[in-house]
């Protein structure tokens, strides 16, 4: 009998060991449940996206420009480029071309005798590596009134011809670059929240498209009980079956 006592010590050795190792799993209390998308009105028969053409979007290219070499974008004046576009698309006030008539008067005028480089709209130049292809892009922004901005990327192709692969115009708070991604933060029609779109190239139209869009809450913003923060689609809490409304918790067509 006096082996027992021993043995239950011996037993209890391997757990006293693994409460002192700090290397062990430790418990972090209970987490949610898990719950993937939940497909609503399953029963409707849904839009179809034609597939994107093998060859993708044809290239913009920008006429009336000597080609660059090697590819070597920042060859390329700027303010010639945007007034060579200017004089490709006459009188566009729509579209990617679309200009005010006193912003193509305003960008004519650049570099004139007696005009002051800050008053043109062309601003500053901006390049970076937008496709991968370990070459930078040109980037260009055209102001325009009512803090409206024209935001245009070009690349060179092998033969040094510029083509466009970006061009929009919005009423725009900020643009910044995060990597290869030309960022536009506008604001987004609910005070004290901006809407931030992401700019990104796409391979297969070999173009940039917008990917990626949010609306946040600036910092330091206060709360306005007249304007609440932007819900995400679906119902809070607990995930659950989503129903119909107007049917009183019962499903369409089903029995009470």
Partial sequence: MRALPALLCLTALPLLA???????????GPTPTASG??????????????????????PEYVPGLAPVHDQNV???????????????????????????????AAVEACGKEGRPPKDCPVLAPYYRDLTGNGRDELIVGIEMP???????AYTADADGRLNRIMATTQTLVAVELAGRDVILRMPSGNP?????????WDEKQ?????????IVRLPGAAQSPS??????????????????????????????
């Fill in 227 to 256: 304007a609440p923060a932007p819900q995400p689609p679906g119902p809070s809490g607990p995930a659950q079956s989503p129903k119909p409304s107007g049917t009183s918790g019962t499903s369409a067509g089903s029995a009470p």
């Fill in 74 to 104: 920042h060859e390329v004046d700027p303010l010639a480029l945007v007034q060579a576009e200017l004089r490709a698309h006459p009188g566009a006030d729509v579209g990617p071309d679309g200009m005010p008539a006193e912003t193509v």
């Fill in 146 to 152: 009512d803090r409206m901005m024209s935001v245009r």
């Fill in 206 to 214: 070999r173009t940039m498209l917008p990917t990626r869009e949010q």
């Fill in 192 to 200: 004290g929240y901006e809407l931030i779109t992401a700019w990104s």
């Fill in 37 to 58: 998308p939940v497909h609503l009105w399953p029963e409707r028969k849904g839009a179809s996206v034609p597939p994107a053409e093998p060859g993708g979007a044809p």
């Fill in 18 to 28: 693994g409460c002192g190792d700090t290397g062990g799993l430790v418990g972090a």
